[in-house]
């Protein structure tokens, strides 16, 4: 297995950097690597705008296409002036301007797309954006994106460790219940579904994989930041989005 980060990669300012250098392949995956972590926020905000369903998704293409890759955004981003999501999420306030000056908008989509066609068709806003304003919608829906993969580091370095188990009474006892906005089911219920007899094993199991957890987390959070003076600030400012919401951990 590889160092932490090898399989699983949010979009930080050395990504953007990628996109600047004259290699055309990595340039290519490092637009593709921030594409993929920032087109959900933005169909969010865009619907939490007023667009509806189709008429977001051609203008979250649109968005990448003429701003982000056409007008070269990444070029202009500067780690010294704040983090790259408010940088991206000001242009996206003053493309959405642009877009109602000119009136009914004309198809945005660029021929076979930027967002791969087959993400965003299947795509809906989740129920927890709904009643969020734009902006919040935007830092939901990157804080759930991060958080996904935060998790799917976590089930795959405790598959590596063989504790398969672990991941399991975790996943019951905390993350189901957070991803189904529900209650968390007794213990005594975890161990039964997950095969474990000892109910104080399967709490030490629990604190186990949360400490992974928030090291994984403070791991990607790192990649976000121009210094590790931030980090603590980003950490309770991506808590605070997911409480808000109803899906903190």
């Known amino acids: 297995m590889g160092g932490p980060g090898d399989r ?62 056409g007008r070269e955004l990444v070029q202009k981003a500067d780690s010294a002036k704040g983090r790259f999501r408010s940088f ?3 242009s996206l306030g003053h493309y959405v301007a642009n877009v109602r000056r000119a009136g009914a908008s004309p198809r945005r989509r660029p021929p076979g797309g930027v967002i791969p066609v087959e993400a965003i068709e299947s795509f809906e806003i ?61 213990i005594t219920e975890v161990c039964a579904q997950a095969g474990v007899a000892d109910l104080a094993r399967a709490s030490n199991m629990i604190v186990t994989v949360k400490r992974r957890f928030r090291a994984v987390l403070a791991q990607h959070v790192r990649r976000l930041v121009a210094s590790e003076a931030d980090v603590e600030a980003e950490m309770r400012e991506l808590t605070a989005i997911l409480s808000e919401s109803g899906a903190g951990f």
């Open 8 to 69: 699983f990669e949010t979009t930080d300012w050395a990504s953007i950097l990628r996109t600047r250098t004259p290699d055309d392949d990595e340039r290519r995956e490092a637009l593709g690597r921030m594409i993929a972590q920032y087109w959900k926020p933005i169909y969010c905000y865009l619907r939490r705008q007023g667009f509806g369903n189709e008429e977001a998704k051609d203008l979250a293409q649109g968005f990448f296409h003429e701003v982000v890759l």
């Open 88 to 90: 991206l999420l000001v």
């Open 126 to 186: 989740p129920d927890r954006g709904c009643d969020m304003t734009p902006e919040a919608a935007f830092n939901y829906e990157w804080a759930a994106t991060l958080l996904e993969q935060v998790l799917e580091q976590v089930e795959c370095d405790c598959r590596d460790r063989g504790q398969q188990t672990h991941w399991e009474v975790f996943r019951l006892r905390v993350v189901k219940p957070i991803m189904e906005d529900s209650e968390p089911p007794a």
